[in-house]
Each structure stands twice: as structure tokens, then as C-alpha cells.
């Protein structure tokens, strides 16, 4: 539920208090915390978490589960919160012998891929001067206690569209009066598909989905209209800008053949998020610290969703790390993301709290 996250932040505010932390808004939802330590410096860090929930109905029975009906955190973002808070909770206790600041930003809206986008325009409120930048993000995939970093690719970029037909009613008696826009958005959802079949390459990971159709008024009426919705998952530049291209090409295509119009908008939710080589390599010397060798992984496969995470690194040196939170001992911790069981091992949450702020000690005491 992005933007709508009033009382996870005032709960965020109320924990920042606590620990005397200076805190402020950044957006009406977005909480940027400030502690600077007693040493005089100008080296600065920022730690990212998200804290958005989604419009999902959570299973019944969790003495922990939403109150809210109809609104769940199914994508960790409360464990996030959580561990950031954890790791302001650490460093405030050191904070006369840290040298430098450390920002923490509870970044809303990431599942809309907007959240991202509004920090970074307003950087100096959010990053200030900070020359790196750590996010966490649980992972059911991955065993309990491991740590995920991954050079290179780690998530691929994503794009909404909404296609809209325009047609002309008639009964379905004369189906050569009218121009049937659902027949047409039926077969522009069928040759979609055909463009990662036939004119991607195989060897490159590409997803085109359509998952909303909506058209017609009645069972006996030729459909003056349809509205459907789709994303496409790309992990290179060159071909989301192509990719996105044929899907324009064939909706206009098919549409004119049968003497209707198409009209296409895109939203941009997320970048291709890219993990720099030595970027990398700096988290994982402090991970491997923090939980030790044999817990972190380094060839965690790319995932085909997209975390506006991105934005950040187009502004600063940013590395973007998964802890594992799945436990077959648990039940539910191993589910995938944005389901009604989706659960974490909160056993976890100490690792993920600990990770950030080690790193943000490791940058300020590095020389």
C-alpha cells in the first residue's frame, strides 16, 4: 500500500525517539533518520529499508498477522524496518565513538517503483553527502542465516502498460456493425507472447506478462472497449527498450487490421539493478565478518523482479545484499513473495540488523 504508510511511520518515528536519534519527513510517508557521531567528519553513509505493505488478505491464525484487513507485508518489508531499526539501535549506542554520520531512510513505495524515485530527487535531504549506500532484502530462497550478494545483474528491470482498445458496439447479431475490442485485445494478449518466443534471444531472460483484461457490458454486446495490463522484465537496456517497442508495434498492428485504435502508456517502476564488482567486494569482506565465510553466496541466480534499490545506484556506490530467511523448519518461510502465507524466520533479524551496521561502521572508520 504505497504512500499509505502513516502509521508505519510514525511507529518508525516513535522507535527514532526512543534511541534520540533526529529524524524528519521526506514525503509524507518517507522517514529519513540522522545520527552523527561524536568524532568530527565528513564521511557519511546511508542504509535503506522499504517499508510498504501490499493489497494482499493475509492468512487467518498468525498472532502476528495484519490487523488490517486486506493489507499484508508480503514481501518482507516489515523485516526490513525492523532490522534497520535494530542496526540505528546498535551505532546510536556507540554513537560518541563513531566517526562520521549515518543516514537511515525508510523509503516508501517500493512496490510501485516510486518510492526510489522521490528520495533520490530529493538526495539532499536523503543521501546528504553519503558516498555508499547498503539495502537488505529477505530472501525465502535462500537457507536462514546466509547472506546473498551477487556481482553483477541481480534483478531486472521492470515496466507497467495499459493498452486500451477503441472499438464500436453492436449486437452480437451483427457482429459486422461493430469493431469487437475484446476479440482484438484477445489476440493482441495471444501474439505478445510470441515476441519472447520468436524475437528475443533464448540465452536472455525476458518476461512479458499480461495479468488484467477487462472489456464488454453485457454477454450479447460486441465489446466497444478493452483495458488490459501487462509488465515486461528485461535484464539489459537495449532489450527492454526493443521489447517495449514490439509491444507497441503489435498492439497499433492488430488493432488497425480490424479498424480499431490502440492507445499504450508505460510506467517505469525499476532499472535493471546492477551490483558493482568492488563495491561488492568491500560488503562482502564486512558480511563474511558478520556471519562468517561459509554463510555468504555469491552465485545467487538473477531474480526477474525489480526493486527500485536502482535508483540509488545511479547516484552513489550502492550494493543491494539478501538475507535468507528461508527455514524448512518453519512453516511458511520458504514461500515465495507476494503470497497470503508468505512468512520469514525471524531468527534472522538480528544477522540483517548487524549487517547494516557493520557496514556503515567499516565506511566511517575506513580511512
Not at 456493425?177 to 476479440?183: E, N, R, S, T
Not at 514461500?335 to 544477522?351: A, K, Q, R, S
Request: with cysteine; hydrophobic share 40%; aromatic share 6%.
Amino acid at each position: 500500500m504505497s504512500f499509505q504508510e502513516y502509521r508505519t511511520s510514525e511507529r518508525i518515528e516513535e522507535e527514532l525517539d526512543k534511541l534520540g536519534i533526529r529524524h524528519y519527513r521526506v514525503s509524507e510517508t518517507g522517514v529519513v533518520g540522522v545520527l552523527e557521531g561524536g568524532i568530527p567528519s565528513k564521511r557519511e553513509v546511508a542504509l535503506r529499508a522499504d517499508i510498504d505493505a501490499l493489497p494482499i488478505e493475509e492468512i487467518e491464525g498468525r498472532a502476528y498477522g495484519s490487523e488490517n484487513k486486506g493489507v499484508m507485508h508480503a514481501c518482507g518489508h516489515d523485516a526490513h524496518t525492523a532490522m534497520l531499526l535494530g542496526a540505528a539501535k546498535l551505532l546510536a549506542v556507540q554513537g560518541k565513538e563513531l566517526s562520521g554520520t549515518v543516514r537511515f531512510l525508510f523509503q516508501p513505495a517500493e512496490e510501485i517503483g516510486a518510492g526510489g524515485k522521490v528520495f533520490c530527487h530529493k538526495k539532499n535531504e536523503t543521501l546528504g553527502n553519503a558516498d555508499r549506500i547498503l539495502g537488505i532484502h529477505c530472501a525465502p530462497d535462500l537457507k536462514a542465516g546466509t547472506v546473498g550478494i551477487k556481482k553483477g545483474i541481480n534483478n531486472a528491470s521492470v515496466d507497467h502498460f495499459t493498452i486500451r482498445i477503441a472499438g464500436r458496439s453492436s449486437h452480437v447479431c451483427n457482429p459486422e456493425k461493430g469493431i469487437d475490442a475484446l476479440y482484438i485485445a484477445s489476440q493482441i494478449v495471444v501474439t505478445l507472447q510470441s515476441i519472447v518466443s520468436r524475437m528475443t534471444s533464448p540465452i536472455e531472460p525476458v518476461i512479458l506478462g499480461v495479468g488484467k483484461l477487462r472489456a464488454g457490458t453485457a454477454y450479447n454486446i460486441v465489446a466497444a472497449d478493452a483495458v488490459l495490463e501487462g509488465t515486461t522484465r528485461n535484464v539489459s537496456d537495449e532489450n527492454r527498450r526493443r521489447v517495449n517497442k514490439l509491444i507497441e508495434e503489435t498492439a497499433h498492428s492488430i488493432a488497425g487490421i480490424y479498424g480499431a485504435s490502440a492507445g499504450i502508456e508505460w510506467e517505469d517502476f525499476a532499472s535493471v539493478l546492477v551490483n558493482p564488482d568492488e563495491t561488492c567486494d568491500e560488503a562482502i569482506a564486512v558480511v563474511k565478518e558478520t556471519v562468517g565465510s561459509e554463510n555468504v553466496v555469491t552465485n545467487r541466480k538473477i531474480f526477474l523482479s525489480g526493486d527500485d534499490f536502482c535508483e540509488y545506484q545511479k547516484e552513489i556506490e550502492g550494493v543491494y545484499v539478501y538475507l535468507g530467511t528461508g527455514n524448512p523448519d518453519k512453516k511458511g518461510t520458504e514461500n515465495p513473495y507476494h503470497t497470503f502465507d508468505f512468512d520469514i524466520d525471524e531468527d534472522v533479524l538480528e544477522i540483517g540488523a548487524a549487517i547494516y551496521a557493520n557496514y556503515a561502521k567499516w565506511w566511517l572508520d575506513r580511512e
